[in-house]
Nanobody, 123 residues
Framework: QVQLVESGGGLVQPGGSLSVSCTVS????????IGWFRQAPGKEREGVSC????????YYTNAVKGRFTISGDNAKNTVYLQMNKMKPEDTAVYYC????????????????WGQGTQVTVSS
């Protein structure tokens, strides 16, 4: 049974840091790349980052470049999203999803989703 479970969300002050995790089961991180997405209230879900399972290359949307870092631990079947210098506009439910191994088309095609974790940036 395929599962993706996000954890680590919470409340953080502007300028602060938070890390969210995506632990997968039913497949390995060699089989699919993992993409992070987020959905703010009243907005469409958007792609945030992706880490390739074929070569470890990483991709970021412009809004988070230089602030967020995606990484993976194959032994733990877990992908992390380290978020630094956070802004109120980073407030959203963060989801992880299994996507094509090289992240190609990760914004348009996802195979499996997690349930999401709330991240709130507020003072």
């Amino acid at each position: 049974q395929v599962q993706l479970v996000e954890s680590g969300g919470g409340l953080v002050q502007p300028g602060g840091s938070l890390s969210v995790s995506c632990t997968v089961s039913g497949f390995t991180l060699n089989s699919y790349a993992i993409g992070w997405f987020r959905q703010a209230p009243g907005k469409e879900r958007e792609g945030v980052s992706c880490i390739s399972s074929t070569n470890g290359l990483t991709y970021y949307t412009n809004a988070v470049k230089g602030r967020f870092t995606i990484s993976g631990d194959n032994a733990k079947n877990t992908v992390y999203l380290q978020m630094n210098k956070m802004k109120p506009e980073d407030t959203a439910v963060y989801y992880c999803a299994a996507v094509q191994p090289d992240c190609a088309g990760y914004l348009s095609e996802q195979y499996f989703w997690g349930q999401g974790t709330q991240v709130t940036v507020s003072s």
